[in-house]
């Protein structure tokens, strides 16, 4: 059964931190390239950063220089430490675990979600 939980979420004044995490499920995380997307109100979900399975990393523009994603191997994790948070980074943040092709990353499987709310 594949299951990626997200947790983490809240609410963070501008300028303040906030670090997800997505427990998965052995297989899913052995076997993926793990992902966090975001989706604002009436906007498209976006890749936010991904992880390969042997730890490169990727990101969108917008955070690069105040995100990271990280994973513990041994705890089937994967981490999106956020910081000098925006109210534009305000969303519901999905964790995914997917794979590259031709170097974008692909979601197969989701979390349910956890909402991200930035206060100015």
């Known amino acids: 059964q594949v299951r990626l939980v997200e947790s983490g979420g809240g609410l963070v004044q501008a300028g303040g931190s906030l670090r997800l995490s997505c427990a998965a499920s052995?297989?899913?995380?052995?076997?993926?390239?793990m992902g966090w997307y975001r989706q604002a109100p009436g906007k498209q979900r976006e890749l936010v950063a991904d992880i390969s399975r042997g730890g490169s990393t990727n990101y969108a523009d917008s955070v690069k220089g105040r995100f990271t994603i990280s994973k513990d191997n041994g705890k089937n994790t994967v981490y999106l430490q956020m910081n000098s948070l925006k109210p534009e980074d305000t969303a519901v943040y999905y964790c995914?675990?997917?794979?590259?092709?031709?170097?974008?990353?692909?979601?197969?499987?989701w979390g349910q979600g956890t909402q991200v709310t930035v206060s100015s």
């Open positions: 995914a675990a997917g794979a590259y092709n031709r170097g974008t990353y692909y979601p197969r499987f």
């Open positions: 052995g297989s899913i995380f052995s076997n993926n390239a």
